[in-house]
Nanobody
Framework: QVQLVESGGGLVQAGGSLRLSCVASGRIFSINEMGWYRQAPGKQRELVARITSGGSTNYADSVKGRFTISRDNAKKTGYLQMNSLKPEDTAVYYC???????????????WGQGTQVTVSS
């Protein structure tokens, strides 16, 4: 099986920083794009940032200039550096990745369990 495990969430005051990590494990042949999504209570899940296997990135307008997505292919790990955090950034953050599985072939989308980020004012 394939697992995505997020870590790095927590409670931080406005203006502070957090770094989220997402480690992929299992019978992975390759990881295509990775992304971070977030969902606040009563809200739709929204895309925060994504990164392709080649390192191209996209960000939601609300986080541009504050968040940076990156990846370490050797470690099969994605990161989201979050700076200048605002209370409106409070949400559960989910890692997402498109992964090709060994033996089976093809590519499928996987989600992590999520990590809570709470920003106080």
């Amino acid at each position: 099986q394939v697992q995505l495990v997020e870590s790095g969430g927590g409670l931080v005051q406005a203006g502070g920083s957090l770094r989220l990590s997402c480690v992929a494990s299992g019978r992975i042949f390759s990881i295509n794009e990775m992304g971070w999504y977030r969902q606040a209570p009563g809200k739709q899940r929204e895309l925060v940032a994504r990164i392709t296997s080649g390192g191209s990135t996209n960000y939601a307008d609300s986080v541009k200039g504050r968040f940076t997505i990156s990846r370490d292919n050797a470690k099969k790990t994605g990161y989201l550096q979050m700076n200048s955090l605002k209370p409106e950034d409070t949400a559960v953050y989910y890692c997402n990745a498109v992964i090709k599985i060994k033996v089976i072939g093809g590519a499928s989308e996987y989600w992590g369990q999520g990590t809570q980020v709470t920003v106080s004012s």
